[in-house]
Nanobody
Framework: QVQLVEAGGGLVQPGESLRLSCAAS????????MGWYRQSPGKERELVAR???????DYSDSVKGRFTISRDNAKNTAYLQMNSAKPEDTAVYYC????????????????WGQGTLVTVSA
């Protein structure tokens, strides 16, 4: 079984920084794309940022220039560095990953973490 575990959420003041992490564990052959999504009350889940295994990144317009996604393939871990936080960044942040898993037979899985709450408030 493969799972994603997020960490790093919490309360920050506007303008401050926060770093989220997402670690994959279990029987992993390879982690391909990884991404961060967020969901605020009453809103649909939206893409924040994503990164390919080779490091190509993509960001939503609302976080471009403020957030940075990165990953450590050796640790099967992705990070989201959140700078210049704004109240509208308040949401539950979810990690997403495409994993290749299995022993004698490998197969692909799309994984979601349990979510970590980020609150930006004075």
């Amino acid at each position: 079984q493969v799972q994603l575990v997020e960490a790093g959420g919490g309360l920050v003041q506007p303008g401050e920084s926060l770093r989220l992490s997402c670690a994959a564990s279990g029987i992993i052959v390879r982690i391909d794309n990884m991404g961060w999504y967020r969901q605020s009350p009453g809103k649909e889940r939206e893409l924040v940022a994503r990164i390919t295994r080779s490091g190509i990144t993509d960001y939503s317009d609302s976080v471009k220039g403020r957030f940075t996604i990165s990953r450590d393939n050796a640790k099967n871990t992705a990070y989201l560095q959140m700078n210049s936080a704004k109240p509208e960044d308040t949401a539950v942040y979810y990690c997403n990953a495409n994993a290749l898993t299995g022993l004698s037979v490998t197969y692909s899985l799309e994984l979601w973490g349990q979510g970590t709450l980020v609150t930006v408030s004075a």
